[in-house]
């Protein structure tokens, strides 16, 4: 498969994800974790560094051998490999930080299935360098995190009060924003900023059946790429 | 042909290289997994019921990750418990050695920050200290109802083990 | 966990998609028609059933007694992804129109959280259960009310989205932006079941 022409230079693939490309405030994808994890705003960084780790990974392996996987098998080659640097990454977190290990709890393992981590692996890392593909991973996962603090941040400091523990408005604190419907409302509220700021209409549907590539890689069957 | 074995072939190579690594990095990494978590539970138990000599028993109770004795004859219980959220409540539960509740230190909690900070207060918790007997009444807390029930029915099974088992337990 | 327990939680109290936040993008993003949530909900509950039969087993039997179970990530979603590219071949030839009706959706299916979460979880609640068989009958059960957990909020919110078609919005949080403030509407009324307890 030849490497695709790119006219971006190194800092752009680098820079591309955190604003204009966010996967998640623009691209609208990952936002299963971006719910979940987000009550408190220190969980939000920890999980955005994680799959950031395992991004950078995963794009670097899949950059490498981009040339030896077949076509047939590439979701579940991808998905392999994904899933070995996210088992890593739990080591990782349960050796040298479990408090974190335990509060992201199933949602560590459920890294493997985040959209954007499979998306970028289809969209770019088997198609670009090995320094591409590590930036733009890098650059997708740091926008992720971005995404994550920022929810993080307004439902801890509106729900509980608090910001990374430090205690600042207690008294006034709406707890429904820690609890599940806080997370729908915060992040749509936070979108809809977004999408005010950069004066865009957005796509209707998220994730996958929104995504522009759904045609072509539900057809080249292997089902969802971003 | 060669093309419809090299895909199930490249997968199963890849499987075996993925699984070759975690191999290695689960023996980097065992111990020191096992490490913080035993650095993590003298912790808490140091913190909760002081400094002494706490030994694991080996036997296993339905519901009770396992039951330490320290020297003083205090038996401790490492459960976990419902809340919000499913087995998101760790507990230490101690009782000393008439099989009163002595104790309990919530190791971690995975309910949310408002609810896991109203079930940790001394005034919620110190309904609990001096049971001999499970019992269904016990104070709520408003605002944190499925947290304050977890804690409750974790005591009660600490309680109701302890009662069953109390030969085994105490000279074991 | 008794039996009523497991499926009153995995249906209302804990609901997948509204309390434990899995199984979201589809969830959002499915069509807003209730016959085509119904058809996705169906698939998805099919195959959290079939990935539980398979992963149980081989976490108890193969993994957990070979101090392997660092293994289940890999092993669970390398299953669910082979599963579904099963099922998609089997029905191409067996059932085409269905097979057209779910479309890009079923090998969706594969990147859905919900399902590789309720084979985590399975192992995780089931594991220590008293033998085998009890675990692997709970197992099974709770993928079935996951997945029935999971039709269930997205048949209501086809239901919600249908009206919200024809309501005013903003244009900032047209689309995607109001799709979750109304989710977190539904969720605050699913919230209510956790009195049930």
């Known amino acids: 498969m030849a490497d695709a022409e790119t006219s971006c230079s190194l800092r752009q693939e680098l820079c591309k994800g955190l604003i204009r490309e966010n996967p998640t405030l623009v691209g609208l994808l990952g936002m299963c974790p971006t719910l979940a994890v987000t009550q408190e705003a220190k ?5 955005g560094i994680a799959t950031t780790l395992v991004l950078i990974g995963s794009n670097v392996v899949i950059s490498l051998l981009r040339r030896v996987i077949p076509q047939a098998v590439k979701l579940p080659c991808y998905i392999v490999i994904i899933a070995g640097f996210v088992t890593m990454v739990e080591f990782l977190l349960h050796g040298f930080v479990p408090e974190l290990y335990t509060a992201l709890g199933t949602f560590l ?30 650059g997708m996962g740091l926008g992720f995190t971005l995404a994550l603090l920022l929810v993080g941040s307004v439902r801890e400091l509106f729900g509980a009060g608090t910001l990374f523990g430090i205690s600042v408005m207690e008294q006034n604190a709406v707890s429904v924003l820690t609890l599940a419907p806080g997370g729908f409302f915060v992040l749509g509220c936070v979108i809809a900023l977004v999408n005010r700021i950069a004066h865009r209409e957005p796509p209707r549907t998220a994730g996958c059946t929104g995504c522009p590539n759904a045609a072509t890689c539900a057809a080249s069957k292997g089902g969802c790429s971003q | 042909m060669r093309e419809s074995i090299k895909a199930p072939l490249v997968l199963t190579v890849i499987s075996a290289a993925v699984c070759g690594m975690l191999a290695f990095a689960n023996a980097l990494t065992a111990d020191k997994i096992a490490q913080t978590e035993q650095a993590a539970l003298q912790e808490s138990l140091t913190q909760a019921f002081g400094e002494a000599e706490y030994t694991a028993l080996p036997q296993q109770y339905e519901g009770i990750h396992q039951v330490i004795r ?44 408002t609810q896991a900070a109203k079930v940790q207060e001394d005034a919620f918790l110190s309904q609990f200290l001096g049971r001999q007997k499970a019992t269904d009444a016990y104070d709520a807390i408003a605002g944190a109802t499925k947290s304050a029930q977890g804690i409750q029915n974790a005591v009660n099974l600490v309680l109701e083990t302890y009662q069953t088992n109390k030969e085994a337990m105490t000279h074991g | 966990m008794s039996i009523l327990g ?33 058809g996705m909900g169906a698939a998805v509950i099919f195959v959290m059933v079939c990935s539980t039969a398979i992963t149980y087993p081989i976490y108890m039997l193969l993994l957990l007694p070979r101090s392997l179970a660092y293994l289940q990530t890999m092993a669970f979603i390398l299953v669910i992804a082979l ?111 956790s009195g049930m307890s």
Do not use: W
Not at chain 2, 84 to 104: F, N, P, S, T
Not at chain 3, 23 to 35: A, D, R
Not at chain 3, 126 to 134: G, V
């Open chain 1, 43 to 47: 969980n939000a960084l920890g999980m």
């Open chain 3, 6 to 38: 497991i499926m009153l939680s995995a249906i209302l109290t804990d609901n997948f998609v509204l309390s434990k936040f899995m199984g979201c993008c589809p969830f959002l993003g499915v069509s807003k028609k209730i016959s085509a949530s119904i």
């Open chain 1, 109 to 138: 393992s459920l890294i493997t299935v985040n959209c954007i981590i499979l998306g970028r692996a289809e969209l770019f890392a088997c198609k670009h360098t090995v320094i591409r593909s590590a930036l733009d991973g890098a």
């Open chain 2, 70 to 113: 320290d020297t003083d004859g205090r038996l401790i219980f490492d459960v976990t418990s419902s809340g919000y959220e499913k087995d998101g409540q760790h507990l230490l539960i101690g009782l000393d050695a008439e099989g009163a509740v002595c104790g309990i230190c919530v190791v971690s909690i995975a309910d949310s920050p």
């Open chain 3, 83 to 193: 599963f579904v590219q099963l099922v998609e071949i089997v029905l191409k030839k067996l059932l085409p129109p269905l097979y057209r009706a779910l479309g890009v959706y079923l090998p969706l299916i594969t990147t859905n959280c919900a399902v590789l979460g309720v084979t985590l979880l399975n192992v995780d609640h089931f594991a220590s259960s008293a033998t085998f068989m009890e675990g692997y009958g709970k197992a099974l059960l709770y993928a079935l009310c996951a997945g029935i957990g999971f039709t269930l909020a997205l048949v209501l919110f086809a239901g919600v989205r249908e009206r919200m078609e024809y309501a005013d919005i903003p244009k900032a949080f047209k689309g995607i932006p109001a799709t979750l403030v109304a989710a977190s509407i539904v969720s605050l009324s699913f919230l209510a079941f």
